[in-house]
């Protein structure tokens, strides 16, 4: 049964909600009223268009998986799988700005990474998703709490920071921090091959954020799931980040298919300076002296 929820004038200003398509916004806002008192509901892209979507035919359980994949993919929403095995999402920052006066029982499982504190093993899934790389562990200081205001999960910023440690509705897992663009020239090539594993507060949601940050206008999201899988498999690979900017800043310029990425970063990692032009071939001065008299 929806419900009357609160919307905060700072949600118009989001950062994460702007990274978002105005579908994928909209259906965020409504999922506030559809979720139990917890911020759970059933992640069912059908039941979710029908409750939110009715009167909008032209966005049916296709655009609202898609909307769904960039609210997880931007730490807005949780997708998770319950121990009934069914699919479930979770509005990661609800507790934090919904306030209920008598919330009813739980109707829905605990989010395994922000309920229970658990990492769980991604399932795999058709939608392209973009997992994080790494989750921060609860009970971090004023580091965390720095990385929590710039994170993608944080929908609404307010003056104060929730306090880390417990296990209550508001105890959420930083995510990764929101570095911005970053700008590299199209010519300059990092030095070196693959290298170490890339750090861990280097994800392809962040590669991917910069990504987007750079272009002029927001490319479609099934391109970006595209693009963001090849990332990941890269950086699983162990490459280097700095390979995948760069190359990730050529595939942007000559706008070409994400499948293209590996070569590109190849490209990148391998370039090797043009060898001097060959000159062409003219006899010896002396002659006698060059071939020992024999001609």
Not at 37 to 62: N, T
Not at 236 to 263: F, Y
Request: proline residues 9%; contains cysteine.
């Amino acid at each position: 049964m929806a419900r009357i929820r609160t919307i905060k004038p700072e949600a118009f200003a989001s950062e994460s909600l702007a990274m978002v398509s105005l579908s994928a916004e909209r259906t965020f806002f409504g999922l506030l009223t559809q979720a139990d008192d917890h911020g759970r509901f059933r992640d069912q892209a059908a039941v979710i268009a029908g409750l939110l979507w009715s009167l909008r035919p032209d966005h049916g359980p296709l655009g609202v998986e898609d909307d769904l994949s960039q609210l997880h993919e931007t730490g807005l929403i949780c997708r998770y799988e319950g121990g009934d095995g069914k699919r479930y999402l979770h509005i990661v920052t609800f507790a934090r700005h919904q306030k209920i006066n008598r919330p009813s029982g739980v109707r829905h499982p605990d989010c395994p990474r922000h309920d229970l504190g658990l990492v769980p093993e991604p399932a795999p899934r058709a939608q392209g998703d973009l997992p994080e790389a790494s989750v921060s562990p609860h009970g971090a200081g004023a580091a965390s709490r720095s990385v929590e205001e710039n994170a993608g999960q944080n929908m609404c910023s307010e003056p104060s920071s929730p306090t880390h440690g417990g296990l209550g509705e508001g105890s959420g897992s930083p995510h990764d921090p929101d570095l911005g663009p970053r700008i590299m020239d199209l010519g300059s090539v990092p030095s070196g091959g693959a290298s170490a594993p890339a750090p861990a507060t280097v994800s392809a949601k962040v590669l991917i954020g910069e990504y987007v940050a750079a272009c002029a206008e927001r490319p479609p999201s099934s391109f970006l799931g595209h693009l963001g899988r090849e990332v990941r498999t890269l950086l699983a690979e162990g490459i280097n980040p700095d390979h995948i900017r760069a190359a990730l800043v050529r595939q942007r310029t000559k706008g070409v298919h994400p499948t293209t990425l590996p070569s590109l970063v190849n490209e990148v990692m391998n370039a090797t300076s043009r060898s001097a032009p060959r000159q062409a071939w003219t006899n010896p001065a002396d002659a006698a002296a060059a071939y020992g008299g024999q001609l």
